[in-house]
């Protein structure tokens, strides 16, 4: 689906992927784009210079996203593409206090229920639309040091698999994004864990909103702006326990480096 002549909505578009995508949907010539983020004056700010409409909007509660669903089809008559962009890193094991494995499911997991359960039935009554969700190669790979942020990510996955399986044969499209290192706020924590192959091949936000462009022009379900996370999840499937024991090494060799 081209952008082109598009009603768009972007979660977490104050900064980041997000405003990289807020900013090339409206250059790519989007009939309008709404910049929706819980830091509404950073999504006043990115809709400002694109000439798009801000919303403030914490995706973790349900009525927040109800209501922006809601008022985008109230002033435009439907959504075409939704990217459920926004999400936030936990890092730890399961000591991890309950409140922020609470608090990282509610934004990286439930944001993308609630947007599925208020914006799919527009779409589903037009025949058509897209959901485009920002997961991570985390929801393919697992993460080494941070199981909430790995846990979350693999069930969102999951739900866009099934948002898939469910709906694509009633005009629905349903892309994952996919990338590594990213040069926004949560990539400077994992150069602080040691994760330094994440920082050496980051991408600039504009260059992955580039490559999400295409992919949702291709309909791929999987948009990877970097392509060796398709290598490595083709090993993961082939042999799951040598990529396990990878993994291990992986992490022991990052530990043993820092310690």
């Excluded at 979660?11 to 819980?38: E, P, W």
């Excluded at 208020?118 to 639309?129: F, T």
């Amino acid at each position: 689906m081209d952008a082109a002549g598009r009603v768009i909505v972007v979660t977490g578009g104050a900064k980041g992927i997000g405003r990289a995508l807020a900013t090339r949907f409206a250059s790519a010539g989007a009939k309008a784009v709404i910049v929706a983020d819980v830091d509404g004056d950073g999504a006043s700010g990115v809709a400002d210079e694109i000439g798009a409409t801000a919303v403030r909007c914490d995706v973790s509660r349900e009525s927040d996203v109800k209501e922006l669903v809601d008022r985008v089809e109230a002033d435009h008559g439907r959504i075409d593409i939704f990217c459920s962009n926004a999400g936030i890193a936990v890092g730890g094991g399961p000591q991890a206090p309950n409140d922020e494995w609470q608090r990282i499911w509610d934004v990286n997991v439930m944001s993308h229920v609630f947007v599925a359960r208020h914006a799919l039935p527009g779409m589903l009554s037009r025949g058509e639309g897209y959901l485009l969700g920002t997961v991570s190669a985390a929801g393919l790979l697992n993460h080494i040091f941070a199981s909430p942020y790995g846990v979350t990510k693999a069930a969102a996955l999951s739900l866009f698999e099934w948002l898939s399986i469910a709906h694509g044969g009633e005009g629905i499209r349903v892309s994952c994004l996919c990338p590594q290192g990213v040069k926004t706020d949560m990539l400077a924590a994992e150069k602080r864990l040691g994760l330094e192959f994440l920082t050496d091949n980051a991408l600039e936000p504009h260059a992955v909103a580039e490559i999400v462009l295409k992919g949702l022009r291709d309909e791929r379900f999987l948009i990877l702006p970097h392509p060796e996370v398709a290598d490595y999840f083709r090993r993961k499937a082939d042999d799951y326990d040598r990529w396990l024991k990878g993994m291990r090494r992986l992490r022991a060799n990052i530990l043993s480096a820092s310690s």
